[in-house]
Nanobody
Framework: EVQLVESGGGLEQPGGSLRLSCAAS????????MSWVRQAPGKGLEWVSA????????NYVDSAKGRFTISRDNAKNTLYLQMDSLKPEDTAVYYC???????WGQGTQVTVSS
């Protein structure tokens, strides 16, 4: 059974940091591009970042560039999103996805508020 399990969300103040993790199981993790997608309250899905299978290529939505860092540990089948300089507009449910396989996690809530 394929599983993507996110963790690390929570309440953080503006300017703070959070590190999201996504533990993958049930499929061969290392070859596949992985992504983070978010959904803010009352809004649609927004792609945030992606990383290729060996971690050598990363991409970010403009609003995340310079603040977020995507990474992966293929030995641990785990995807990460380091989020720094958080802003209230980063408030959303963050989903880990394997887009080519159509796999999604259940999401983790990130709330940025003072």
């Amino acid at each position: 059974e394929v599983q993507l399990v996110e963790s690390g969300g929570g309440l953080e103040q503006p300017g703070g940091s959070l590190r999201l993790s996504c533990a993958a199981s049930g499929f061969t993790f290392s070859p596949y591009t992985m992504s983070w997608v978010r959904q803010a309250p009352g809004k649609g899905l927004e792609w945030v970042s992606a990383i290729n299978g060996n971690g050598g290529t990363t991409n970010y939505v403009d609003s995340a560039k310079g603040r977020f860092t995507i990474s992966r540990d293929n030995a641990k089948n785990t995807l990460y999103l380091q989020m720094d300089s958080l802003k209230p507009e980063d408030t959303a449910v963050y989903y880990c996805t394997a887009p080519l396989l159509g796999h999604w996690g259940q999401g983790t809530q990130v709330t940025v508020s003072s």
